[in-house]
């Protein structure tokens, strides 16, 4: 009974850290916990240290992807240092300041760090470049750049949650880890 309550555990840490990742909160990193816990508790054996290892460099790396996302978009549509600058800063303060302001869970924080982002790159490019259409479409292609951050970090949350699960469920059936 004991087994069957760790895996439910497990399976509702891992589908409650993707909901958060959905949100910009650090979901990822949830299902990673879940699954460092679970196996900590079975003696490293249920779904494998290696499998852990390997795990954390996608979650690492989706949250680098993610925070660099907007930044690399915003490059791409000529954006100065300073407006590049601008969309992480911007995109950082909106998630704290509009999650502060809206009572929505979650919502704040998504569209605080989309308008965010949008503003600080837009401000940024302004202050260097008075011409406004350049600065919206800098604005513009950061926000786009988050949004795609974002989708890969919530995607890499459900990969990681579908792989410990499955490895979970494997090795109950099996009663051996795959690796």
């Known amino acids: ?4 309550l760790w895996m439910v555990g497990l399976v ?3 589908l409650s850290g993707v909901a ?3 949100f910009q909160l650090p979901g990822v990193w949830l299902v990673l916990a879940a699954a460092v816990g679970y196996d900590w508790h079975y003696g490293w054996n249920q779904i494998g240290v290696p499998w852990l290892i390997g795990l954390g460099f996608m979650a690492a790396a989706a949250e680098v992807f993610d925070f660099f996302a907007g930044l690399i978009a915003a490059k791409k ?4 240092r300073r407006a590049a600058v601008g969309s992480l800063i911007g995109g950082f303060v909106g998630m704290i300041f509009i999650s502060v302001t809206l009572p929505i869970p979650g919502f704040g924080a998504v569209a605080g760090g989309l308008i965010g982002c949008f503003l600080g ?6 202050s260097l470049n008075k011409d406004l259409e ?3 479409r800098v604005g513009l292609f950061a926000t786009a750049g988050k949004v795609v951050g974002l989708v890969a970090k919530t995607s890499t949350a459900a ?3 579908g792989a410990v699960i499955s490895l979970a469920v494997w090795t109950r059936i099996k009663g051996v880890a795959p690796l």
């Not at 549509?77 to 100065?80: Q, T």
């Not at 790159?121 to 302004?126: P, R, T, V, W």
């Open 1 to 4: 009974m004991v087994d069957v």
């Open 121 to 126: 790159a837009l401000i940024a490019e302004l």
């Open 12 to 14: 509702v840490t891992a």
């Open 159 to 161: 990969v990681i949650a």
């Open 20 to 22: 958060l990742a959905a």
């Open 134 to 136: 350049t600065g919206a």
């Open 77 to 80: 549509a000529g954006a100065s």
